[in-house]
């Protein structure tokens, strides 16, 4: 995984990720297994600094998280109407 993508995929979890890094990482997620890795590392992180216990590690939400994220970034979710 380059820089840029660690770059962008901690911008997205920081919620400071703008459009270009939201579709950069939402189009690679699905066929990268170092991203999609990173990605569960990362949020496995953040749940134990805020003190959740993360459930289950082998959980992979990728796909319904890129369609969700991806109808909100194109305008087409209807919670958004």
Same mark, same amino acid.
């Given at each position: 995984m380059?820089?840029?993508?660690?770059?962008?995929?901690?911008?997205?979890?920081?919620?400071?990720? *703008?459009?270009?890094?939201?579709?950069?990482?939402?189009?690679r997620? #699905?066929?990268?297994?170092?991203?999609?890795? &990173?990605? !569960? %590392?990362? *949020?496995?992180?953040?749940?134990?600094?805020?003190?959740?216990?993360? #459930?289950?590690?082998?959980?992979?939400?990728s &796909?319904? !998280? %890129?369609?969700?994220?991806?109808?909100?970034?194109?305008?087409?979710?209807?919670?958004?109407?």
């Amino acid at each position: 995984m380059s820089e840029k993508m660690r770059e962008s995929l901690s911008a997205l979890m920081d919620d400071e990720a *703008n459009e270009l890094e939201i579709e950069r990482v939402l189009s690679r997620i #699905a066929g990268d297994p170092e991203l999609r890795h &990173a990605w !569960v %590392r990362y *949020n496995m992180v953040r749940a134990v600094t805020a003190g959740q216990h993360p #459930a289950r590690l082998d959980l992979d939400v990728s &796909a319904q !998280v %890129r369609d969700a994220v991806g109808g909100e970034v194109h305008g087409t979710a209807s919670s958004r109407q």
